[in-house]
């Protein structure tokens, strides 16, 4: 990683904005600013940031909108993105992590919660270090290229959902609960709630396609990675791996 990573700071309340700014380059970050989705879609044209802080209420197109639009493009879908809103309740948070958006900070937020969850959520982008290959029934995930694969077929993970399967794949056939998957792939990060988790799992599973079922749900205790799920795999894949 970068030395100084690039922040993109999507917000259209220029005093926000100049907050957030000033505290991330007093903290080694380089932000730009951007004020709508017109302009902040211009700065990700130019350059990919490191990371994206994205206000939910925009002038235009919403946040919510923009997160969805970057997720579902190939050149962004990766970058990580935190959501910015005023907005508190459930339904929204959920509604925020399920647009693709790695972690939520309601308004008002303390410039120290806020870098505390850059840095977390930059750390878990960051490629691990310590790897091989691991393979189970055909899916295939190298921590070195950060790369994952099921029967020979490149699958694109977001950060947060390679880090999970890593995790699962690491400790393959457990059953890990909740508060444990949180300690060990959010690590200390103390603001998560443990629904996020069912949110990163549903991803992930969206994103292994006919591997999805692997990522068992074991009911009342939590979620493990099987090689042999209780719905298997579809008959085309198996073909596939002969
Ligand atoms: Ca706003």
Sequence with gaps: MRTMPAVLVVEDEP???ELIAVN???NGFRPTWAMDSVSAQREID???PDLILLDWMLP???GLSLARRWRANER???VPLIMLTARGDEADRVAGLDSGADDYISKPFSTKELLARVRAVLRRRAPEQDGEAIVIAGLSLDSATHRV????QALKLGPTEFKLLHYLMGHAERVHSRGQLLDK?????VYIEERTVDVHVKRLREALGAAGPMVETVRGAGYRLTAKPATPVSLATRAQLG
Aim: proline share 0%; charged share 20%; aromatic share 8%.
């Design 24 to 26: 991330l380059r007093h």
């Design 185 to 189: 792939v959010w690590g200390d990060h």
């Design 149 to 152: 694969s099921f029967a020979e």
């Design 46 to 48: 130019a350059s990919l």
């Design 15 to 17: 005093a926000i904005a």
């Design 76 to 78: 962004t879908k990766g």
């Design 60 to 62: 235009g197109e919403s």
